[in-house]
């Protein structure tokens, strides 16, 4: 408590109430345009946050984050086509409810469900405060560095049917990592005499490379063809308070979406899943999931909005980022020489209280806007891919400039935009490499300075949480292998 009037007061300066404002709107409605989604629009405006003070590059980045999903379901409900790609589950009950004429309904549950479920993830996090506190200053170079490992790892093997591209990406992204100067002994490694190579490859420019301009090149070589959305017609509202009738569903469905949202590399599909199987295995009416049930809507829309909340516990305990979103917001940690990790946790708590506040306000923004402007979103649904796509484009170029004034780097974006266009068509993921970079950087950092205290590999694990880790990581590869070799036999016979 002697941290909450501090934090308050560093969440009421003017600039960083603007930055919530404007980052939860804007999310809203980036969220509710096909076709751009969260990624690209963090990717943008990355360079923008950095002549801001942390907190309020962070909240302009966490409203984008935390309120996209909200506006993702718009489209997703009323003309079957997600906004962000963790709306897809929406698509199964949210459109079928539009068809039978009650897309305002559909519409206040995925509102509601959303909001409860970022509700319940922010209270865990408030919960698990305490215990971050004292569990945090415990990890040492040789933890993170096993914990980094370790979500590596996930993140590659969540890409179920795709793990051997993403262990390609991932380790690319590692690669990618390491050219420049190496940190110690600042000898040159992979520049090959190439002197613009000397300060490495920039993770910004990745960044906007790989999601934003990949993203409009695939909007300019598309078409502009719309599905008309269906209009909304009375008040969302009324049908919100509908939720309650199914809290069971929507308070598991948080849960899941918390407990998923804290494990790296790891990330809303899976917490969706989850939460829908369980809704429909515990449904008196499972016969309706996916011909418009209200529970699997309330159980999709709940795990996925109580994620962005549980995904800042390992980036700010611990300096790992779980996906992508976070790993752009370490990099305004970086440029603020804000260090996240058991340090940020001890010595910084006001502003680390400060960021859950900011994640209840942003969500009270977001609803709010909905409430009075949904019929209004509609109408942002139907711009023209192409217009679009031209937009991402321009901002994504003024971006990468900005950085450092460089027509290299606007280069170097550019080929990471054809790379990344190229990867999406042939549906090979992308997040693993942003992943690899980040989190190659912080395994090196802390793998170097665990050496100067090891003196035989049985030292990683002489310490309870390191011996953890590494069960853990034996644990998910065994239980990996054990489900490939019963794939493999299963198509055998």
């Not at 939860?24 to 950095?50: E, M, R, Y």
């Not at 992204?173 to 090959?192: D, M």
């Not at 900011?358 to 009075?372: K, S, Y």
């Not at 023209?384 to 400039?401: A, K, T």
């Amino acid at each position: 408590m002697e941290h909450l009037l501090p934090a308050i007061g560093l969440l009421l300066q003017p600039a960083v109430l603007v930055a919530l404002f404007v980052g939860s709107i804007g999310g809203v409605v980036i969220g509710a345009i096909p076709g751009v989604g969260p990624a690209v629009a963090i990717a943008i405006l990355l360079p923008t946050t950095f002549i801001f003070d942390p907190l309020v590059g962070l909240s302009l980045l966490l409203g984008i984050y935390g309120s996209s999903m909200y506006g993702g379901a718009i489209p997703a409900i009323l003309m079957n086509t997600p906004g962000t790609a963790v709306n897809a589950l929406t698509t199964y009950d949210g459109y079928p409810m539009t068809r039978k004429g009650q897309a305002q309904r559909a519409l206040g549950l995925a509102y509601s469900a959303s909001f409860f479920g970022a509700m319940v993830s922010i209270v865990c996090l408030v919960v698990l405060m305490p215990v971050l506190t004292k569990v945090a200053p415990m990890f040492g170079s040789r933890e993170i560095f096993l914990a980094a490992l370790f979500g590596v790892i996930l993140v590659i093997l969540s890409h179920r049917g795709q793990v051997f591209a993403a262990g390609m990406m991932a380790c690319f992204g590692i690669l990618l990592n390491t050219i420049g100067l190496e940190p110690i002994n600042y000898t040159q490694r992979f520049t090959f005499g190439q002197s613009w190579l000397s300060s490495g490859v920039n993770l910004v420019v990745v960044v906007l490379g790989i999601f934003a301009l990949s993203q409009a090149f695939l909007l300019l070589s598309g078409s502009d063809d719309h599905v008309e959305p269906q209009k909304v017609r009375g008040s969302v509202f009324s049908a919100m308070r509908e939720v309650w009738k199914h809290k069971r569903v929507a308070g598991v469905s948080s849960v899941f979406g918390v407990g998923i949202g804290i494990i790296p590399g790891v990330g809303e599909f899976v917490s969706q899943f989850l939460a829908y199987s369980y809704a429909q295995r515990t449904s008196r009416t499972p016969e309706q999931f996916g011909d418009g049930s209200p529970e699997g809507l309330i159980a999709s829309e709940a795990a996925n909005n109580s994620v962005p909340a549980a995904a800042l516990i390992p980036l700010l305990a611990l300096g790992v980022p779980g996906e992508a979103l976070t790993a752009m917001m370490l990099a305004v940690f970086y440029v603020h020489n804000v260090v996240p990790g058991p340090q940020l946790l001890t010595g910084q708590m006001d502003f680390v209280i400060a960021l859950y506040i900011a994640l209840l306000v942003l969500n009270i923004f977001a609803l709010a806007f909905l409430l009075i402007s949904t019929k209004t979103l509609v109408r942002v649904i139907s711009i023209p891919n192409r217009i679009i796509g031209i937009l991402v484009l321009m901002f994504s170029f003024v971006g990468v400039y900005s950085l450092r004034n460089s027509i290299t780097d606007c280069l170097i974006a550019t080929g990471f935009g054809l790379f990344g266009a190229i990867l999406k068509r042939l549906n090979v993921p992308i997040v693993p490499i942003i992943l690899g970079m980040v989190l190659g950087g912080i395994m090196e950092a802390k793998f170097r300075s665990a050496m100067a205290r090891v003196q035989s590999p049985l030292d990683f694990i002489d310490r309870p949480i390191s011996a953890v880790l590494v069960l853990a990581i034996i644990g998910v590869l065994a239980i990996n292998l054990r489900s490939t070799l019963r794939q493999h036999r299963a198509r055998s016979n």
